[in-house]
């Protein structure tokens, strides 16, 4: 009666990761507990996250190597595996379920990258072009959430009316506002295949640096300016301060990524008998949303929604 933070299925989204295929699945060596599934796993999924009484999916797809182009073509194609699966699970869950589709280019890049590349410099105008393309594609699938990832200068507008003249204003926009150059990334740059295309290259260029605090109040202005619905910070527990820091400041639902290599960590040591997974998890899960966090993106959304559950 008295606790001050409440936490509910409701609050969760769910990302998963989808490859070609019927029945297929593959484990994920960085990333105990998850898998890549093939799509209509990923319907029996979206399935149970209902059941859970989860708030939405989030699919990012695993493209082929030999799909992969130095532009990223196939993110304009109307049947890649991220509008594929956004169809069947809409088809299947109707609107009983979110879908949150991931607009960026480094599934799909040869260079893996987040936007187009020319001269070894990201083309940033360029870039926001074939975005816009790639959200009204994912809104024509069934998106009901377009989350742009990629952290171009000026994609949140030119997104936003992309949708609008499309037909798709009701269609919400989560941006990934406070995306920072973290090292936490490394589990889910495996997942999808891009930790090889990218190597040794930095995204620095374009994601925030982890020492910087007021940029991440810039950053978000200027989103919530060009029309975006949520905010995005990634990655999570390192930077709840940022969290504290846009709840303070700004009027809007924020939403928190609890990264793979965050999700690695507990699994890792939970594994190791260093830690109580089950306890740590949710007291993660209390600290975001503690901090002032709507929305939290994990890995762990199906067992918290189960523990939830089990009271």
């Known amino acids: 009666m008295v606790q001050e933070t409440q936490l509910s ?21 960085t990333m105990p507990g998850v898998e890549r599934m093939s799509i209509d796993l990923a319907v029996t999924a979206a399935e149970r996250a209902v059941e859970l009484g989860i708030g939405a999916v989030a699919i990012f797809p695993v493209t082929p190597v030999a799909k992969k182009t130095e532009r990223g073509d196939e993110a304009l194609v109307a049947e890649n595996l ?24 480094d599934p799909y890049t040869t260079h893996g990258h987040d936007g187009i590349m020319i001269d070894n410099t990201i083309v940033n105008d ?29 994609r949140v507008g030119a997104i936003r009316t992309a949708l609008d003249q499309a037909g798709f204003e009701h269609v919400i926009l989560m941006s990934y506002a406070a995306k920072y150059a973290s090292a936490f990334y490394g589990p889910f740059r495996d997942a999808v295949g ?68 965050e999700y ?19 007291e993660s899960m209390l600290a975001f949303r503690r901090a002032g966090a709507d929305a939290i993106l994990t890995y762990f959304a199906p067992r918290v929604a189960e523990w939830l559950e089990k009271g």
């Open 82 to 105: 991220i509008c594929s699966a956004t169809r069947a699970i809409r088809q299947k869950c109707q609107d009983r379920l979110g879908i949150v589709c991931d607009v960026a280019l």
């Open 264 to 282: 690695a960590m507990l699994r890792f040591a939970s594994q190791a008998s260093a830690l109580n997974e089950e306890a740590c998890v949710m």
């Open 194 to 261: 891009s930790a090889k295309n990218l190597g040794g290259a930095s995204k620095k260029t374009y994601q925030m640096d982890p020492a910087n605090t007021d940029e991440a109040i810039r950053e978000v202005a200027l989103d919530i300016q060009e029309g975006a619905d949520i905010v995005m910070v990634k990655p999570g527990m390192p930077y709840l301060d940022i969290v504290r820091r846009l709840h303070d400041s700004f009027s809007i639902p924020i939403a928190v990524y609890q990264v793979s290599g």
């Open 126 to 154: 360029l870039t926001v072009e074939v975005l816009c393309k790639q959200a009204v594609l994912q809104a024509q699938a069934g998106a009901s959430v377009i989350a742009p990832s990629d952290m171009m200068d000026g």
């Open 9 to 29: 299925a409701s609050n969760l989204i769910w990302p998963i990761f989808v490859i070609e295929g019927t029945g297929r699945t593959e484990t994920i060596s």
